[in-house]
């Protein structure tokens, strides 16, 4: 089993539709959770820390479910620019800020 | 604020030639310091991290290596580039804590070799 898991997609939705996305992990240990976002040929950029209660940054939100090894993301509001992959990331457990990266998810918003 | 500085964004190496890529960081101090690659389509792969000056710690045997000569400097260097050395190479940095912090990234490099 992969450590991060995500559906590649694409995913293609119309602009100001509601669009989410979920990923598993496969290491109860692991503590800390984000969502990074990658344009095309560009470097991954943090989009959000995944806190356990939940948490919400403007039309972005992030849930936690660590009994079932899930995390998730939703966009709401959808607009042209939010078009991108974005990526699942986990720390690895034993020590060290070691990050696992899921090969990420695309979204397509369409006019 | 913190910049991470990633050069050169685009090189082509012939097969057999040597590679140095660098990474600087400012506005912070004692950062983890890392190194990916990312193939076309795939995902991130860890190459090398370190805590600290002159400590290294390679993620996967390759051809590759890298070292941190000052504080806020990784380099990632190859004596002769293999064809399957080509793709996109990134720099990253993140606080040194007890607890794992994001990552932050540079631009990264484009290589292609032929």
């Known amino acids: 089993r992969k450590e991060v898991e995500q559906d590649p997609g694409p995913f293609n939705v119309p602009e100001g539709a509601t669009v989410a996305f979920n990923c598993t992990y496969s290491?109860?240990?692991?503590?800390?959770f984000f969502w990074y976002r990658q344009d095309c040929r560009k470097e991954p950029k943090l989009l959000m820390s995944?806190?356990?209660s939940g948490n919400e940054d403007g039309r972005f939100t992030a849930q936690l479910n660590r009994a079932s090894q899930y995390i998730s993301l939703l966009i709401r509001d959808s607009k042209l620019s939010d078009s991108a992959t974005y990526l699942c990331?986990?720390?690895?457990?034993?020590?060290?800020?070691?990050?696992?990266f899921g090969t990420g998810t695309q979204l397509k918003v369409e006019l | 604020s913190q910049t991470i500085h990633q050069w050169p964004a685009t090189l082509v190496q012939p097969v057999g030639s040597p590679l140095s890529l660098e990474c600087t960081v400012e506005?912070?101090?004692?950062?983890?310091l890392y190194w990916y690659r990312q193939a076309a389509g795939r995902g991130l792969q860890l190459l090398f991290y370190?805590?600290?000056?002159?400590?290294i710690s390679s993620e996967v045997p390759q051809n590759l290596s890298a070292s941190r000569p000052q504080d806020r400097q990784f380099i990632l260097s190859s004596k002769k580039l293999l064809l399957s050395d080509s793709g996109f190479y990134l720099c990253?940095?993140?606080?040194?804590?007890?607890?794992?912090?994001?990552?932050?990234f540079g631009d990264g490099t484009r290589l292609s070799i032929l």
């Open positions: 990253a940095w993140s606080v040194r804590t007890g607890r794992s912090q994001p990552q932050h």
């Open positions: 290491n109860s240990a692991s503590q800390s």
């Open positions: 995944v806190y356990s």
């Open positions: 990331v986990v720390n690895r457990a034993g020590g060290g800020n070691k990050l696992t």
């Open positions: 506005g912070t101090s004692n950062p983890n």
């Open positions: 370190s805590v600290g000056i002159g400590q």
